[in-house]
Nanobody, 116 residues
Framework: QGRLVESGGGLVQAGDSLTLSCKVS????????MGWFRQGPGKEREFVAD????????IYSDSVKGRFTISRENSKNLLYLQMNNLKPDDTAVYYC?????????WGQGTQVTVSS
């Protein structure tokens, strides 16, 4: 069974940047559209961004459009989320998953905390 492991989170100040990574131990990773999701304190998990299997199409939520960039390296089974100009509202646990999300792939996530 494949696993997804997120990393790269941390505590930063507003305006800073972070890059999250998601290592996928799934042989057919390159076949799946992939996405990033997040769950802020007291909030439901929400969609952040997704990328097609080829990496040629990206979709972003309105709240992160223009600040975040999703990318992938299929040869390395890696998914990334470059986050620029971070805001306190971006504070959340960030998760990667297939698109549509599969219950069996939710991992521990990586915590991003943005101080004002």
């Amino acid at each position: 069974q494949g696993r997804l492991v997120e990393s790269g989170g941390g505590l930063v100040q507003a305006g800073d940047s972070l890059t999250l990574s998601c290592k996928v131990s799934e042989r057919s990773f390159s076949s799946y559209p992939m996405g990033w999701f997040r769950q802020g304190p007291g909030k439901e998990r929400e969609f952040v961004a997704d990328i097609s299997s080829s990496g040629l199409r990206e979709i972003y939520s309105d709240s992160v459009k223009g600040r975040f960039t999703i990318s992938r390296e299929n040869s390395k089974n890696l998914l990334y989320l470059q986050m620029n100009n971070l805001k306190p509202d971006d504070t959340a646990v960030y998760y990667c998953n297939t698109v549509p999300a599969s219950g069996r792939y939710w991992g521990q996530g990586t915590q991003v905390t943005v101080s004002s």
